[in-house]
């Protein structure tokens, strides 16, 4: 019988490697929400309704497209940034509709 610590079995196929997330995406993210958290509340995002996240994915992915370098006018990130923030809240926001369901 194999000992599973010392032959270093890890039954892990299958899983997403997140190993893989590029880091920035990951900051870029953690920077909008400590914003986001400083100016409205830590998790307040979940009390909102997704078709606003829409709306503000829509405004910063046209202000990125106008100007790759732009920065929003109330935090001072990435437009691109906050792009990615939105997307997130969008996918936990429809993860969460779909386990309440």
């Known amino acids: 019988m194999a000992d599973k610590v010392t032959d270093g079995l890890k039954h892990d ?10 880091p920035e995406i990951i900051e870029a993210v953690g920077g ?12 307040s995002y979940r009390r909102v309704e ?12 046209c202000k990125w ?4 370098h732009g920065l ?9 940034w906050h ?3 939105n997307v ?6 429809d993860t969460r509709k779909d386990d309440n369901n």
Do not use: Q, W
């Open 72 to 80: 929003d006018e109330d935090s001072g990130l990435p437009h691109l």
């Open 88 to 93: 997130a809240f969008l996918l936990e926001l």
């Open 83 to 85: 792009v990615a923030c």
């Open 50 to 61: 997704p078709k606003r996240y829409r709306a503000a994915l829509m405004r910063h992915i």
């Open 65 to 68: 497209m106008k100007n790759p």
């Open 32 to 43: 909008v929400m400590t914003h986001g958290a400083e100016k409205y509340g830590e998790g």
């Open 13 to 22: 196929g299958g899983k997403y490697r997140l190993d893989l997330v590029p």
